[in-house]
């Protein structure tokens, strides 16, 4: 199920808070569309990225799809295990399946993120356009 | 009618047997071995290592393929050369019995001309031999080029004709310059064994490619652990007793046991008596010709790197035949807008055309359509899924201007869409095809029909 305690970005990531540290990672009806994940390309650390760009790329068995960061921020650490089993993010996409974690300076960007009811509603309507 | 090639490499030799075919008494005069640079200590030897590196990669990966092996695997560097030295031997002889069965006269020496018709052969035992002839074509080729401070030795600081033959796997190795001959190198001794360094002057690996497809590039350099420096120089050199360390633009320092420096090519018309006949160079030396191939001397041509078009085997070879059919007194004339170029790394990258950026400067308003191979069953089955198929068209005519492919088999794969843009195809032209299943093929007409917004194996946008 969707975690509560996170914000959703539109386009299928989340982040969670935890003072100024922010951890990324993609939801789980991104994980199940991308299908198996076989590589994920870590982001470099000290990398700064904005809010709504890539933050990196993920490769699955059925196509390749950018990892839209929801915040802006500077790269502080990321998560090591990708690199060699991604496939923690299908199986775990909220927890052991995160991908990086940022320092944020603007905490007020969250403001325009879903919470998890509006995320779940922003579901069913791309659903029923598809 | 009298031909004398200068140079027997896929310029020369191929100029040679057309100028045969087409009646002319040929001599070619050659100083190292005949198939050139390519054969000898370009193309085809980084071929075979590349196959004996792909096969490594399998054996490495052998379980995900269902086969149990019992043992381990490592690759022998002197087996490896070995098997190298062979198959370029199959092919050198090859050359010369082409030349015996056209009755092609070689010369194993070096030569200079003296005058329009008239060359000097030192031959390899000292001795000399005049060769008079009515045409000359010059094809003398290029050589790995250097700056002072990056000397080749042979032993620490590499170029390619020193990266083909060596004697171990070095544990470390920087590569100066990641263009085609250093990404081809950083993934054959990378999957040998090597730590990889890339610096590379420009912004991307292989900058002369789209963009895009640098990206994926870079993408599986990471994948195979090379790391690569862009957008920096490498300022000085120091070499050790035992390491190379290089000084960086950005004042960081990379050590490594061995260099390999591929940083371009340098043309080779220097000592070849250029000057006793007054044919005019450009301002890296190279030999000026028109699309004929002829120099500014009446009789005398020539082709392949020395002229510093494109330097590539196949436009040289194509430049010989251009040159042998008009010393043979024909009209010929080359055009490079339909080049195909493929780069051996693992996966592939092969382009026709226009890149997309390219056709944008030119005042195209274009249709992109783009395939991925992981969308393809014949690509999961072969185990290799990573890469992409990018057409580009003209959005008015519909007329194919380039193909970008990275992936499996992308340099076979590009001579679909470099016959397309040769005779003036369309999108609609390929895409129309039928094209069989299961095979990597079906890849370029889903991208074609990507262009339209109708390839079947992509989900809708």
Redesign the interface.
């Known amino acids: 199920m969707n975690p509560e305690n996170i914000k959703y970005h539109k386009e299928h990531t989340w982040v969670k808070i935890s003072g100024k540290k922010a951890i990324i990672g993609i939801t789980n009806y991104a994980q199940e569309s991308l299908g198996d994940i076989v590589y994920i390309d870590l982001p470099d650390l000290d990398n700064t990225v904005d809010a709504n760009t890539e933050l990196t790329e993920i490769e699955s068995t059925k196509t390749t799809s950018s990892v839209i960061s929801p915040v802006s921020g500077t790269i502080t650490e990321v998560n090591e295990d990708l690199a060699e089993t991604p496939e923690i993010i299908n199986e775990d996409p909220y927890g052991k399946g995160w991908i990086a974690v940022l320092e944020i300076e603007d905490k007020s960007q969250l403001d325009s993120l879903m919470d998890v009811s509006e995320y779940e509603k922003y579901l069913e309507e791309e659903a029923k356009l598809k | 009618m009298k031909i004398a090639v200068l140079g027997a490499g896929p310029g020369g030799y191929v100029a040679a047997i057309r100028a045969a075919q087409l009646g002319a008494s040929v001599t070619v005069i050659e100083d190292i071995e005949v198939g050139g640079t390519c054969l000898n200590r370009g193309c085809i030897p980084t071929k075979t290592l590349v196959a004996s590196a792909e096969v490594l990669d399998k054996a490495k990966n052998i379980q995900d393929f269902g086969i149990e092996l019992n043992g381990s695997v490592a690759p022998n560097i002197q087996k490896i050369l070995e098997r190298k030295n062979k198959v370029v031997s199959i092919q050198v002889k090859g050359i010369r019995g082409l030349f015996k069965s056209w009755g092609i006269k070689i010369l194993d020496g070096r030569g200079f001309i003296v005058n329009p018709k008239k060359i000097k052969v030192v031959l390899k035992d000292g001795s000399i031999e005049e060769v008079e002839t009515d045409k000359i074509i010059i094809a003398t080729g290029s050589r790995p080029a250097q700056i002072p401070m990056f000397s080749f030795d042979g032993e620490k600081i590499l170029s390619s004709d020193d990266a083909v033959n060596l004697s171990h796997i070095p544990k470390s190795l920087l590569v100066i310059g990641a263009g085609v001959i250093g990404c081809e190198f950083a993934f054959i001794y990378r999957e040998f064994g090597s730590e990889i360094t890339m610096v590379e002057m420009m912004p991307r690996a292989v900058s002369t490619e789209d963009e895009e497809i640098s990206e994926i590039l870079e993408?599986e350099l990471?994948?195979k652990k090379i790391k690569l420096i862009a957008n920096i120089k490498v300022e000085k050199i120091e070499i050790k007793k035992n390491s190379v360390q290089a000084f960086l633009s950005d004042g960081k320092t990379v050590e490594a046991e061995k260099v390999l420096v591929s940083i371009g090519r340098a043309v080779n018309s220097r000592d070849i008596g250029l000057e006793n006949i007054g044919v005019k160079t450009g301002q890296r030396g190279e030999i000026i010709v028109n699309d004929k191939m002829e120099t500014n001397v009446e009789g005398v041509y020539a082709v392949g790197d020395v002229t510093g078009k494109i330097m590539l085997a196949h436009v040289a070879s194509k430049q010989g035949i251009i040159a042998a059919e008009n010393a043979a007194g024909g009209n010929a004339s080359i055009n490079y807008d339909t080049v195909p170029a493929a780069i051996f790394t693992s996966p592939e990258i092969a382009s026709v055309g226009l890149r997309e950026k390219q056709a944008l400067d030119k005042g195209y308003k274009i249709k992109i359509g783009r395939f991925?191979f992981?969308?393809l069953g014949k690509a999961?089955a072969m185990g290799e899924?990573?890469g992409l198929i990018k057409i580009i068209a003209d959005e008015q005519s519909d007329k194919i201007l380039g193909a970008h492919i990275i992936g499996p088999h992308a340099s076979d794969l590009i001579h679909e869409v470099a016959l397309a843009i040769n005779k003036g195809l369309t999108v609609k032209d390929i895409a129309d095809t039928i094209h069989a299943h299961p095979t990597l093929s079906e890849g370029i007409m889903e991208a074609a029909e990507d262009v339209h917004g109708a390839a079947i194996h992509v989900?809708?946008k």
Do not use: D, E, G, L
Request: charge should be positive; charged fraction near 45%; glycine fraction near 0%.
């Open positions: 993408k990471k994948k991925q992981r969308a999961h899924i990573s989900p809708k």
